[in-house]
Structures are given as C-alpha cells and as structure tokens.
C-alpha cells in the first residue's frame, strides 16, 4: 500500500518561497515518476510539476515554468517542490501524486496524498 504525506504549506505574501516536501512510503519509489498538481477553490485540480523515475527528466505548466523547481531523492523516498516568486494565484492546495507513467493527466496518478495548503497574500 502507497502512502504520500506533503508538509511545507503556509500562509506567506507574494514574491516569497516555499518549499513543499512529500513523502512516499510503499512499493518501490524510483517505480514512478512523482508529480505535483493544485486546486484552487471552485476550480478543477491543475498539473504543476512532475520528475521522472530517475529525476533526469522534469516537466512544469506554463503558469509556473521558471518559478518552481521539482526534485526528488530516491534514497530517502522524497519529492520537493521549490516555490519562489509566488503570486496569489498560486494560492491552492497542493498534491502530490504517483504515476507509473510520466504524465501531466491527473487520471494516470494512482496514489495521491492529503494535500497541503499554499495561500499567498498581496
């Protein structure tokens, strides 16, 4: 059984970094590529980032493209999303998720955390 835990979420003002960390306990981690996705209230749940099995390979959505920084270390069975310059559209909660694909279509994560809530202030 997967198991996902995020932690890092908060309250901070626009411009400000957060880095959010996500814990993955279960079958073999360096099996799947890890992704991060967001929902804002009243809006459907958006891809922001994945990492490849083996970190070598990252993707991000456009709204956040040269803002966030994915990574991932497979000896410690984590994966971090680096935020900076963060704007109040950024403000959400945040998922990490499991896929044994690369992917950004939320239905081909199989394993999902609890989420973390982001809110950035003007």
């Known amino acids: 059984q997967v198991s996902l835990v995020e932690s890092g979420g908060g309250l901070v003002q626009a411009g400000s970094s957060l880095r959010l960390s996500c814990l993955y306990s279960?079958?073999?981690?360096?099996?799947?590529?890890m992704g991060w996705f967001r929902q804002a209230p009243g809006k459907e749940r958006e891809f922001v980032a994945l990492?490849?099995?083996?970190?070598?390979?990252?993707r991000y959505a456009d709204s956040v493209n040269g803002r966030f920084i994915i990574s991932r270390d497979n000896a410690r069975n984590t994966v971090d999303l680096q935020m900076n310059a963060l704007k109040p559209e950024d403000t959400a909660v945040y998922y990490c998720?499991?896929?044994?694909?690369?992917?950004?279509?939320?239905?081909?994560?199989?394993?999902w955390g609890q989420g973390t809530q982001v809110t950035v202030y003007p």
């Open positions: 990492i490849s099995m083996t970190g070598s390979g990252t």
């Open positions: 279960g079958r073999a981690f360096v099996n799947y590529a």
């Open positions: 998720a499991s896929s044994p694909v690369q992917s950004e279509l939320a239905r081909t994560y199989s394993s």
